[in-house]
């Protein structure tokens, strides 16, 4: 049958409930969120007189908790207005809503008694054929459906989103063997297509995929942690960025996430796992055991591995755990040689090698965890996953890692790895050995932009399933590279279109990188046809190359400066008046240049997390790489008849000047840097296939160079005006510095046309070249120079 998913009904809004119900808003469909009747009345309702069968009492727990997701960060929705699509109740007065819904997910508290009284009531009222699942973490999928009909069991399955459902990718489906495999098959598409999720078929196995392999890692580095007497500190620096994990790496993630949530998975399979191999891994360490004692479980204790103070001068500060001690005490960092070694490699590929093979403590560590994982992973397949890669995508997913397990292994060279872990009493599965017997050193290849995994039954090679029609760039770096130099790299993705990788650190917008956007451009409108900017890094750029500009400005390099700022604004109008199409596909940040770069596309593809905009005030600039024209373009577009054209001109100003960032691709449509013909991918991994499906699409249209605008309106005096009341009123009220009065009236002059007597229409070449003076002049203030400096040296902005 054809199954559409317009309405989803959440049975339970708490944490997981509420953000839930958010994501599917995110994507438009509208929600039913219940929840329980409470059985007593609070305070404040007792002070209004409130009776038990009052509406606002009836729906107190669930219009609470949805009130307090709104209200946390980060946001759980990508626009603020989707709140409209999440409908409230409870489950004693609107359950026989549910009738009416395509699609019911319980999220109710993890306790299986609760959930079969739950699935009982559901089944009073759910229509045949509605999807029914369940977003359990732990509780075995074939459990819940004791009693249930024959309808019910074919249209029902675990589905596991992680939290927060809106960032963390992951979607587990866990089919009974009841579940009908049309069903699976539709889940396992809607969570890739419209949800944005790395879909991951798992077994009906204790903790699933990821959160068996992911807590099994956390808690083999405890005891390695424990063994090594190791720091808070050392391991949180060892355990994040750097090897290509969370920010929150391994104790900050056990905060926020709550000891007690981890311990009680832990302590779950430990109890339900008799015949593992490494069991007791699952047992507590004493300083896991110490703190879940003293319930010093994270933030929702107020305290855990750290703990947020004031000090006596009324200063934050946050302090952290000694481990031997279980006092708290100043923040510790880990100064290895390795650590120092790697912090200007980008790639963690490159990374992970020189980390894992360092000769000190560091190096001990990494091959003590690693390998105890690789290890255990090894011996989960066939029992958890049949093929290898679920395991890495899961993990990947659900814990915030660039690259899974396997992958990991893959960097380190599988034979070597193999022949060491087995050295240290780590030996993996037999069936590794056979492979490495059998020839095969790898546990993914590249084939003619396919990307393949070993298959162990077969012993071959085969296309890891859902990625055939994935553009991905790793693919394509054997024999598809037509240029490239250190920042850039343009490869030929087929169909006759040409993607540009940046590569340099945030991928920040240096002279390589322009070389290499207009050496794709210029051979595509040769011998191709359109061209795709995009890469898989975690960010698309965090902006210009500031260092180099610090540099030329400090030495007072003002025609360094002017011919670095030209060839900036260059680039970017030959994106745009190019004979080919251009389509920016940005994800992560586009900050900046970054920006900038994706407003001249003639398309933007982006990221449903893209968190793109001008921030160039933070640094003591204005956007000189043409985001100040192109905002006042944008500006003068929107003016209609009658309209209070100068209040439109006003919201892009002040973009501009509170360097504004949107925190989704919706908000940034909102913000009109997302233009209504651009695009927005809910799905990472989809995102550069989308992108070069814009360019050929584009293409085949019958592409034509657009033309230079001459009939911009600017406003001169009067919007010039308008702006310096508003920023001397901000000065005298102390909101803003000197020095961000000033930055903000060179931006009025630029979005003004300058010092003109009256409204006149002007060209992009007009106020590009008003753009880039006074970019030029603010690059020899002092304090500009101040703000660069803080941003590169010691990374954080200085508002002076």
């Not at 949530?261 to 779950?268: D, F, L, P, R």
């Not at 060839?567 to 900038?596: K, Y």
């Not at 398309?603 to 905009?613: C, D, L, R, S, V």
């Not at 657009?706 to 920023?727: N, Y």
Request: charged content about 25%.
């Amino acid at each position: 049958m054809n199954r559409a998913i317009k309405k989803v009904a959440v049975l339970g809004s708490g944490i997981m409930g509420s953000r839930i119900a958010c994501h599917f808003a995110n994507i438009g469909v509208e929600v039913l969120l219940l929840d329980i009747v409470p059985r007593e009345l609070d305070d404040a309702e007792k002070a209004k007189g409130l009776t038990l069968a009052d509406t606002p009492v009836r729906n107190r727990i669930v219009n609470q908790a949805f009130e307090s997701t709104l209200k946390a960060k980060p946001a759980a929705l990508y626009d603020s207005t989707k709140a409209a699509l999440v409908q409230l109740g409870n489950f004693d007065d609107d359950m026989s809503k549910i009738a009416n819904y395509d699609w019911i997910i319980e999220v109710v508290v993890e306790n299986l008694d609760i959930k079969k009284q739950v699935f009982e009531t559901v089944e009073k009222f759910r229509k045949p054929g509605t999807l029914i699942t369940s977003n359990t973490s732990g509780i075995p999928i074939h459990l819940m459906t004791d009693g249930r009909s024959e309808d019910f069991k074919k249209h029902f399955c675990g589905t596991h989103f992680f939290n927060p459902p809106r960032y963390l990718r992951l979607l587990e489906i866990i089919p009974t063997k009841d579940t009908d495999s049309e069903i699976v098959k539709f889940l396992m598409n809607y969570g890739d297509l419209f949800l944005g999720k790395e879909t991951v078929l798992c077994k009906d196995t204790p903790a699933f995929i990821a959160n068996r392999i992911g807590i099994y890692a956390i808690m083999s580095g405890m005891h390695t942690v424990e063994k090594m007497g190791l720091t808070v500190g050392e391991v949180d620096r060892m355990t994040g960025p750097i090897i290509g994990r969370a920010k929150s790496a391994t104790f900050r993630t056990m905060d926020v996430v709550g000891l007690d949530t981890t311990v009680k998975v832990a302590t779950n399979l430990y109890q339900g796992l008799p015949k593992d191999e490494s069991r007791d891994t699952f047992q507590l360490p004493r300083i896991v055991q110490e703190l879940y004692d003293k319930k010093w479980w994270g933030d929702k204790t107020k305290q855990g591995y750290f703990k947020k103070t004031v000090d006596e001068n009324g200063k934050k500060e946050i302090l952290e755990l000694n481990l031997k001690t279980m006092e708290y005490g100043e923040r510790t960092k880990a100064h290895y040689e390795s650590l120092s070694k790697v912090k200007d490699i980008e790639n963690v590929k490159e990374r992970l090698p020189i980390l894992v093979n360092a000769e000190d403590k560091a190096g001990e560590f990494y091959r003590a965890t690693f390998y105890d994982m690789f290890k255990y992973c090894s011996y989960r397949i066939p029992e958890i996953a049949d093929e290898l890669y679920r395991i890495d995508q899961a993990v990947a997913a659900g814990f915030a890692w660039e690259i899974g397990p396997f992958e990991t292994w893959d960097v380190l060279g599988v034979k070597e790895t193999a022949q060491k872990m087995e050295a240290a009493g780590m030996k993996p599965a037999d069936w590794v050995g056979e492979m490495i017997a059998a020839g095969h050193d790898r546990f993914y290849k590249f084939e003619n932009g396919k990307k393949l995994y070993y298959d162990i039954p077969t012993q071959s090679y085969k296309v890891v399933p859902g990625t055939e029609g994935f553009v991905i760039l790793e693919a394509y770096k054997e024999n598809n590279i037509v240029f490239q130099n250190p920042g850039a790299t343009v490869y030929d993705i087929g169909d006759g279109i040409l993607n540009v990788e940046f590569h340099t650190k945030m991928n920040a917008i240096g002279g390589e990188v322009i070389e290499g956007i207009n050496t794709a451009i210029s051979m595509a409108e040769e011998n191709f046809r359109g061209v795709v900017i995009g890469n898989e890094a975690q960010q698309f750029s965090a902006g210009a190359n500031l260092a180099m500009l610090f540099m030329f400005a400090s030495d007072q390099e003002y025609d360094e400066i002017d011919l670095m700022i030209r060839q900036f604004q260059q680039t970017m109008t030959r994106a745009r008046f190019s004979d080919i199409p251009v389509i920016s596909a940005p994800s992560g940040l586009a900050l900046g240049g970054g920006c900038e770069l994706s407003l001249h596309c003639d398309a933007i593809q982006a990221h449903a997390e893209t968190y793109i905009g001008l921030v160039e005030v933070g640094v003591g600039l204005i956007p000189g790489g043409g985001g100040t024209k192109e905002f006042t373009l944008r500006a003068s577009d929107q003016y209609a008849t009658g309209d209070p054209e100068l209040n439109v001109l006003q919201e892009y100003f002040m973009n501009i000047a509170t360097a504004k960032v949107a925190t989704s691709a919706a908000e940034a449509a909102g913000m009109h840097i997302l233009k209504d013909s651009d695009r927005i991918t809910l799905n990472r991994s989809r995102l550069l296939a989308d992108a070069k499906a814009r360019a050929i699409e584009m293409a085949e249209a019958g592409y034509t160079r657009p033309i230079e605008r001459q009939d911009i309106k600017v406003h001169g005096r009067s919007s010039m005006a308008m702006f310096e009341a508003g920023v001397t009123g901000m000065l005298y009220g102390n909101y803003i510095s000197e020095h961000d009065a000033k930055i903000a009236k060179k931006l009025a002059y630029v979005m003004s046309g300058g010092d003109l007597t009256s409204s006149t229409l002007v060209s992009e070449q007009y106020l590009l070249d008003l753009e880039r003076e006074a970019f030029l002049s603010l690059t020899g203030e002092p304090k500009t120079l101040e703000r660069i400096h803080s941003i590169l040296f010691k990374g954080k902005p200085l508002r002076n």
